[in-house]
């Protein structure tokens, strides 16, 4: 049993700032891959970071620049910095461990 629990979500304005955080437990290995996905109504689940134990990052386009992923592998977290957010990035984000195991998910809303 692996379990995600995820906060940071929230209402914020264009340019503006949030963090989220995920924190795993359960039967989790420090070395799998975490990152987080978001879906934005009418659309597809896409990848927005993800990164491995050793600290490697990959990023979606969009965001290069703006979020930026960590990780604590000794508390099995994941963070997610996401500055200068923009309404497109209005989504729900969802946290994921080893490609396989997701969190509930948490509202972002960029809006004026």
């Known amino acids: 049993q692996v379990q995600l629990v995820e906060s940071g979500g929230g209402l914020v304005q264009p340019g503006g700032s949030l963090r989220l955080s995920c924190a795993a437990s359960?039967?989790?290995?420090?070395?799998?891959?975490m990152g987080w996905y978001r879906q934005a109504p009418g659309k597809q689940r896409e990848l927005v970071a993800e990164i491995t134990t050793s600290g490697s990052t990959n990023y979606a386009e969009s965001v290069k620049g703006r979020f930026t992923i960590s990780r604590d592998n000794a508390k099995k977290t994941v963070f997610l910095q996401m500055d200068s957010l923009k309404p497109e990035d209005t989504a729900v984000y969802y946290c994921?461990?080893?490609?396989?195991?997701w969190g509930q998910g948490t509202q972002v809303t960029v809006s004026s």
């Open positions: 994921n461990v080893h490609r396989m195991y």
């Open positions: 359960g039967n989790v290995f420090s070395w799998w891959t």
